[in-house]
């Protein structure tokens, strides 16, 4: 068996004799690493929904004005069940360092599984910030996410 890269980018494959060349793709570089996530989690049964509040602790690896994350969210074009979104955002804000504390609400959007947060600011190389998300779920299929038990 002979592996195979490509020179100048990132496709690598793996092939034999018995077999064309099998392509293995690689995540995306973030350009931001989250450096610790603290998530509150508060479960109501009777409605089978969950309210969370997420805070991301982040250091940019390159300048930005934007953060874009995962987020399972159903806005893939698709008609969901009964007007069902596994995910409503409620508020995004921002934190620095700088602003004592203070955190500033932003915009965002929702685009196929990502949650695209504008940071009002372009944040420099090396800026550190915390980002809180503000959300509610309803959960999802078995094997998709979340889910509550009967």
């Known amino acids: 068996m002979s592996n195979s890269l490509k020179s100048g980018t990132d496709s690598v494959g793996i092939n034999d004799q018995n077999s064309s060349q099998i392509p293995i793709n690689y995540p995306p ?33 390159q300048e930005t004005d934007k953060i874009q994350i995962d987020c399972a969210a159903n806005e893939t074009g698709q ?13 995004v804000f921002l934190s620095d360092a700088a602003s004592d504390g203070v955190r500033k609400k932003l915009s965002y959007s929702i685009s196929e599984n990502k ?36």
């Open 79 to 91: 008609p969901a069940a009964n007007n069902h979104k596994p995910i409503q955002i409620e508020s």
């Open 115 to 150: 949650l695209i947060i504008e940071t009002a600011e372009r944040l420099l190389e090396g800026s550190k910030v915390h980002l809180f998300i503000n959300y509610t779920a309803k959960g999802s299929p078995p094997g998709q996410g979340f889910h509550f038990i009967k």
């Open 29 to 61: 570089s973030l350009y931001f690493n989250i450096d610790h996530m603290w998530l509150l989690v508060e479960p109501d049964f009777e409605h089978r929904t969950i309210k969370c509040k997420q805070q991301l602790k982040l250091t940019t690896r």
